[in-house]
């Protein structure tokens, strides 16, 4: 599942760290199961200012790409077995829109996984 979103506005680290948290969140309260989570904020010296943030789940991922100064946001979230991908991000949605009103989603694409032939 691709989120694209524009208008992402995340003045500093902590609002970052809110993201992240809601990641964190988003997975506990679905049937995935987290196995490791990381947060690695960008100063703008090699990227522009803005974070990736991974939470790796036992089923796949969820991750977040942000560029803070340009508004972009790209979320992911991959998942295998019985647990929703759709879940996960409508469960991100939601708050993201909550929290950030003028927030515009661009794209949203489920693309299926381990595809194999019959």
Known sequence: MFLD?????????SEYQWLYELMREAVAQSSATE??????????????????AVVLIDESHITAHCYADRGLLAV????????????IADYLHERLMKR??????????????FITEA
């Open 5 to 13: 979103y524009v208008h992402a506005r995340f003045a500093d680290e």
């Open 35 to 52: 196995v490791h989570a990381h947060l690695a904020p960008f100063d703008g010296t090699t990227s522009p200012p803005g974070f990736a």
């Open 76 to 87: 992911d979230c991959f998942t295998c077995g019985e647990t929703d991908p759709d879940h």
């Open 100 to 113: 950030m009103p003028e927030l515009v989603c661009l794209r949203r694409e489920r693309v299926n996984r």
